[in-house]
């Protein structure tokens, strides 16, 4: 009993710090990436403002972006880590290369879930003198807003699987106590309950994802 406390105690404050660290990285992520996924749908040939030389760019950023390993992407940006939050080793200044990461993901997925719009509701918008602003923010999104939800949803996962690989580096979290304890003491306990609490965030934040999706989908 009292190991099973102690073990419990020891991953209170990792958990803490990856919830922490998911939570503002899935922020600035979507602040960064909602933006790029909904010029890349307005851009492309056939879009509400059709520019091939934007849609080339972007798209090409996306996937060069998308193509580096995390932890090549969290040590080539340690020195804006350290220039944004004066450090690069910490829960906190592992949130930059995490949103930094998780953002063209976040685009994708934006695009993806735009994509999926009827275009007869846009052509009618169109039709109707309606601009291209008021198309994205009224027609589209609203629409998406399901496939919007499931791919946040995708995005926070995602960025769980990014935190614990930040852990090999420094970043704190359950990656950190798990590569600390699990494979460099050897306590093979420490690293099974480390990956347990993981699954069990993943898990609970896909049942939340889902069942707000299918609500928003019903009430819409």
Request: proline content about 6%.
């Given at each position: 009993m009292d190991k099973l406390v102690a073990l419990i105690n020891l991953l209170a404050a990792p958990t803490l710090e990856t919830v922490y660290m998911v939570m503002f990285s899935t922020l600035f992520a979507t602040l960064?990436?909602?933006?790029?996924?909904?010029?890349?749908?307005?851009?492309e040939k056939g879009g509400l403002v059709e520019n091939e030389a934007i849609y080339r760019i972007l798209d090409g950023i996306v996937n060069v972006c998308r193509s580096f390993p995390f932890i090549i992407l969290m040590i080539v940006l340690f020195p804006f880590s350290r220039?944004?939050?004066?450090?690069?080793?910490?829960?906190?200044?592992s949130i930059v290369p995490l949103s930094i990461g998780?953002?063209?993901?976040?685009?994708?997925?934006?695009e993806s879930a735009l994509k999926e719009v009827e275009k007869g509701l846009i052509e009618a918008a169109v039709s109707m003198g309606t601009n291209p602003k008021d198309i994205i923010l009224k027609v589209m999104i609203p629409e998406a807003l399901p496939s919007l939800i499931l791919g946040e949803t995708l995005?926070?996962?995602n960025i769980i699987g990014y935190s614990a690989m930040a852990g090999a580096i420094g970043g704190g979290g359950l990656g950190d106590l798990a590569i600390r304890y699990g494979f460099h003491r050897f306590q093979t306990d420490v690293l099974i309950a480390a990956v347990i609490v993981i699954i069990v965030l993943v898990q609970v934040i896909q049942v939340i994802g889902n069942k707000t999706a299918l609500y928003v989908a019903r009430n819409r």
């Open positions: 960064l990436g909602f933006p790029i996924g909904i010029a890349l749908v307005v851009t220039l944004i939050v004066g450090t690069t080793i910490g829960t906190t200044a998780a953002a063209p993901f976040v685009g994708r997925v934006v995005t926070v996962i």
